[in-house]
T-cell receptor, first 115, second 111 residues
């Protein structure tokens, strides 16, 4: 396992369509995070999982967004009824739960364009 | 909540000259701080992290950062810039369980 992988790398969709992204974390990592990064900004936290449990969701995560991590392995992020404002880079990261100094490892991201 | 502010949105340097990227933090307790780098079409990579063991932290590719509690700063430096250092740099604070990112500093290196 060489790192966090995300699929697809790029997605273009029409407004109103649903999209789903996948993240495969580093295999021994028990935490998985989703972030969103818009042009010219730093990544913003969306949600995170400890094993299969979703423990925190940002207020940025509207009810059109849903994330799952079945069996505590890979994760999916679904956006329903996409809007142009959803256009962004969606980043996945994983880490081992070892406290405040935990390093998060990031995937290359999925770039979503809503037209 | 913990937060960071990156004081420069863009830094341009000549190859071979020093690089300084400035970051101030806000934290209600002793923070854990990180610098990440993002090259185009590549994932975020950790450059270095401050874990309270030493105030001067050395990272990869010749970068280092100094934690100054009195100034609430964690500036990133490199003595001699290389063309490959052109990238986006993020100062990050641990806001358990998540990371809080600054807005980023774009580094341009002139030949």
């Amino acid at each position: 396992d060489t790192g966090v992988s995300q699929d697809p790398r790029h997605k273009i969709t029409k407004r109103g369509q649903n999209v789903t992204f996948r993240c495969d974390p580093i295999s021994e990592h028990n935490r998985l995070y989703w972030y969103r990064q818009t042009l010219g900004q730093g990544p913003e936290f969306l949600t995170y999982f400890q094993n299969e449990a979703q423990l925190e969701k940002s207020r940025l995560l509207s009810d059109r967004f849903s994330a799952e991590r079945p069996k505590g392995s890979f994760s999916t992020l679904e956006i329903q009824r996409t809007e142009q404002g959803d256009s962004a880079m969606y980043l996945c990261a994983s880490s081992l739960d070892i406290g405040q100094n935990t390093e998060a490892f990031f995937g290359q991201g999925t770039r979503l364009t809503v037209v | 909540a913990q937060s960071v502010t990156q004081l420069d949105s863009h830094v341009s340097v000549s190859e071979g000259t020093p690089v300084l990227l400035r970051c101030n933090y806000s934290s209600s307790y002793s923070p854990s701080l990180f610098w990440y780098v993002q090259h185009p079409n590549k994932g975020l990579q950790l450059l270095l992290k401050y874990t309270s063991a030493a105030t001067l932290v050395k990272g990869i590719n010749g970068f280092e950062a100094e934690f100054k509690k009195s100034e609430t700063s964690f500036h990133l430096t490199k003595p001699s810039a290389h063309m490959s250092d052109a990238a986006e740099y993020f100062c990050v604070v641990s806001d358990l369980p998540k990371l809080s990112f600054g807005a980023g500093t774009t580094v341009t290196v002139r030949a």
